[in-house]
């Protein structure tokens, strides 16, 4: 049974996305932690050793592209399945043909692209000849394996993990189309860098949408022609990406300025309880292309530096926004990030926790060499024992109020605090408890 494969010619009435669809590892961008020099991915590949495997990730990675460069370099009969076309009869036709390869030395890859959109059945119908090796089976998905992939045919697979796209990414892969002859290397076209990223941001991490967008704005480009060589130039204009993305172009320059002045107006509008402005701030940054995951990072660190124990929920719900966001992505995940800015912006707040840090830091800079005193040091050996190791430890448990009187600071540094408890929130709770153990501590002083 023949099978229409996804792989077929490429012609120039093919879309820029399938002609600029990479050929071999070196064209092919993103995942190296996959395919980077040395990677397992790419010794599988190069040395023609694949198994059956599992691609995983958001459209537009490079999944299917992966495939078609390992259709390129194996030996192997390569059978490409659609979820949509093929039936049962049709898989077990193929699997029967694959047996008849097998029996005479030769090697079967299947590739299903959308694996989870197969039903049971039609998954079934490929196990048995992956568990006897008739067939060495590539899926590709968008959605977790863990719950759209049948378990006995998963754990016969590797499953790799392909990450979305950084702007970088994007902006590489939109700067080939437009110097390869395959895309637009044989015309003349002027675009800027501030288009070029404004078109990796708007493609959100999808080389899909990247050059489908291009090629939009490249034909409705200005057209002019020199009109002595007669050559005609296309320049494709900011205007010409926001007609054609109905996307207006906001200022934002991930690595200048205008990212530090952004992340900057979201912490401290957090930091002074106007949750209005919080939310305007992150969707700024959000409509402008920023990754997800670094706001997530600094929304985690502001629970703790600007929240703290004033409100101990705060970093536990920032922690669950940054997984979602890693879980889920973009645009899905804006709205997690809402709910911890907006949680953050109106938390109490305390800087205690970064001030206890910084004084300690500073004290622990300027006396790097203060021993650890004896009590509290590990004794694993007798020679330890010996030297005193350990010598004079209380284990607090065991005592009536569960606090021993025991010294924990260096000699120099007895007596010092770094804790200063606020009174907003839930810390005026942890000032009293830290106040009482200080009260204990004095009274118990020997």
Same mark, same amino acid.
């Given at each position: 049974?023949?099978?229409?494969?996804?792989?077929?010619?490429?012609?120039?009435?093919?879309?820029?996305?399938a002609?600029?669809?990479?050929?071999?590892?070196?064209e092919?961008?993103?995942?190296?932690?996959?395919?980077?020099?040395?990677?397992?991915?790419?010794?599988?590949?190069?040395?023609?050793?694949?198994? /059956?495997?599992?691609?995983?990730?958001?459209?537009?990675?490079?999944?299917?592209t992966?495939a078609?460069?390992?259709?390129?370099?194996?030996?192997?009969?390569?059978?490409?399945?659609?979820?949509?076309?093929s039936?049962?009869?049709?898989?077990?036709?193929?699997?029967?043909?694959?047996?008849?390869?097998?029996?005479?030395?030769?090697?079967?890859?299947?590739?299903?692209?959308?694996?989870?959109?197969?039903?049971?059945?039609?998954?079934?119908?490929?196990?048995?000849?992956?568990?006897?090796?008739?067939?060495?089976?590539?899926?590709?998905?968008?959605?977790?394996?863990?719950?759209?992939?049948?378990?006995?045919?998963?754990?016969?697979?590797?499953?790799?993990?392909?990450?979305?796209?950084?702007?970088?990414?994007?902006?590489?892969?939109?700067r080939?189309?437009?110097?390869?002859?395959r895309?637009?290397?044989?015309?003349?076209?002027?675009?800027?860098?501030?288009?070029?990223?404004?078109?990796?941001?708007?493609?959100?991490?999808?080389?899909?949408?990247?050059? /489908?967008?291009l090629?939009?704005?490249?034909?409705?480009?200005?057209?002019?022609?020199?009109?002595?060589?007669?050559?005609?130039?296309?320049?494709?204009?900011?205007?010409?990406?926001?007609?054609?993305?109905?996307?207006k172009?906001?200022?934002?320059?991930?690595?200048?300025?205008?990212?530090y002045?952004?992340?900057?107006?979201?912490?401290k509008?957090?930091?002074n /309880?106007?949750?209005?402005?919080?939310?305007?701030?992150?969707?700024?940054?959000?409509?402008?292309?920023?990754?997800?995951?670094?706001?997530?990072?600094?929304?985690?660190?502001?629970?703790?530096?600007?929240?703290?124990?004033?409100?101990?929920?705060?970093?536990?719900?920032?922690?669950?926004?940054?997984?979602?966001?890693?879980?889920?992505g973009?645009?899905?995940?804006?709205?997690?990030?809402?709910?911890?800015?907006?949680?953050?912006?109106?938390?109490?707040?305390?800087?205690?926790?970064?001030?206890?840090?910084?004084?300690?830091?500073?004290?622990?800079?300027?006396?790097?060499a203060?021993p650890?005193?004896?009590?509290?040091?590990?004794?694993?050996?007798?020679l330890?024992?010996?030297?005193?190791?350990?010598?004079?430890?209380?284990?607090?448990?065991?005592?009536?109020?569960?606090?021993a009187?025991?010294?924990?600071?260096p000699?120099?540094l007895?007596?010092?605090?770094?804790?200063?408890?606020?009174?907003?929130?839930?810390?005026?709770?942890?000032?009293?408890?830290?106040?009482?153990?200080?009260?204990?501590?004095?009274?118990?002083?020997?």
């Amino acid at each position: 049974m023949s099978q229409i494969s996804i792989f077929e010619q490429e012609n120039n009435n093919q879309p820029l996305a399938a002609r600029m669809r990479p050929r071999n590892l070196s064209e092919y961008v993103g995942q190296q932690h996959l395919v980077g020099e040395g990677k397992v991915l790419r010794k599988l590949i190069e040395q023609d050793r694949i198994s /059956s495997m599992i691609f995983w990730g958001p459209p537009g990675v490079g999944k299917t592209t992966l495939a078609q460069i390992i259709a390129g370099s194996t030996d192997a009969q390569f059978i490409t399945f659609s979820a949509v076309t093929s039936g049962i009869k049709q898989i077990k036709e193929v699997m029967q043909q694959a047996d008849r390869m097998t029996a005479v030395g030769a090697k079967t890859i299947v590739f299903i692209d959308e694996i989870h959109r197969f039903n049971k059945a039609q998954q079934d119908a490929f196990l048995p000849f992956v568990e006897k090796g008739s067939i060495i089976l590539i899926g590709a998905t968008t959605e977790n394996p863990s719950f759209e992939v049948n378990g006995a045919l998963l754990s016969r697979c590797k499953v790799f993990v392909l990450q979305q796209l950084t702007q970088d990414d994007i902006a590489q892969l939109i700067r080939n189309a437009i110097n390869d002859p395959r895309g637009f290397g044989d015309q003349d076209i002027r675009i800027g860098d501030d288009v070029i990223n404004a078109l990796a941001g708007f493609a959100n991490g999808d080389a899909r949408t990247a050059l /489908s967008t291009l090629e939009m704005v490249i034909l409705n480009g200005e057209t002019s022609t020199d009109p002595e060589t007669g050559k005609e130039t296309i320049t494709v204009t900011t205007e010409n990406f926001e007609q054609c993305t109905s996307k207006k172009s906001l200022l934002y320059d991930k690595h200048g300025e205008e990212h530090y002045n952004l992340i900057s107006a979201l912490h401290k509008s957090m930091r002074n /309880s106007d949750a209005d402005a919080a939310v305007y701030w992150l969707a700024r940054m959000l409509e402008s292309g920023e990754d997800p995951m670094y706001i997530a990072r600094r929304v985690t660190r502001f629970a703790a530096e600007d929240v703290g124990l004033a409100d101990p929920r705060a970093l536990e719900l920032s922690v669950a926004a940054f997984q979602a966001c890693h879980l889920i992505g973009p645009p899905e995940c804006n709205v997690h990030l809402t709910e911890a800015v907006i949680y953050n912006a109106l938390a109490p707040k305390s800087n205690a926790m970064e001030v206890a840090y910084m004084e300690a830091a500073a004290d622990a800079n300027k006396q790097l060499a203060e021993p650890v005193p004896l009590q509290i040091r590990n004794a694993p050996t007798q020679l330890m024992k010996d030297l005193d190791y350990g010598k004079g430890y209380i284990y607090a448990h065991d005592t009536e109020d569960k606090i021993a009187d025991m010294e924990c600071l260096p000699e120099s540094l007895r007596g010092t605090e770094y804790y200063h408890p606020g009174n907003q929130g839930f810390e005026p709770r942890f000032k009293e408890r830290y106040e009482a153990i200080k009260e204990w501590r004095q009274k118990h002083k020997k």
